[in-house]
């Protein structure tokens, strides 16, 4: 009897150890499977048709050549070249008379040039450049001498300076 017992022990175990095999099995085949639908719903990877190894030197030139070809396209815009607008007679008396106002709203000309008037605009070359040169004659309250106010703005309209001896 006890060979008995012992073979159905035996045969026990064996049959145990069998349904954990199977269990094992099971689960690596779903394991499997899981794996081969995750591979499937990846998209695969682009590659360039040319495997190419740069080494870290060479992929610097590659960076620095791509960079200045780049900057070069950006900057080629069609008016970098275009010189600003030459302005009129009128338009630097204008330009001037509004500088007047503003040089006496900020305190740098005294308030009796206010109403100052406009005498002459011309254009003068002043060191190897046009420059609008506008007169101003402010209103002689009694014993106030007559004095001139030069402005001086650029070809294109922008205030350089201004003085009362006209250099």
Known sequence: MHKQVAGKLVLRKEVLRKKVLRKKVLRKKVLRKKVLRKK?????????????????????????LLF????????????????PALITQ?????????HVKRLVKSGKLGKSWKDAIAVKAAM???SSRDVWVVSFNRQVDGGQKDKTLYVFLTNTGYYNHNNFTGK
């Open 40 to 64: 499937a719903a990846r998209k695969p990877k682009k590659r360039l048709p040319i495997n190419i190894k740069l080494s870290l030197k060479n992929k610097l030139y590659v960076i620095i």
């Open 68 to 83: 200045t070809v780049l900057t070069g396209w950006i900057n080629a815009h069609p008016k970098h070249d275009k010189k």
């Open 90 to 98: 009128s338009q630097a008396l204008s330009t001037a008379s509004h």
């Open 124 to 126: 003068e070359r002043r």
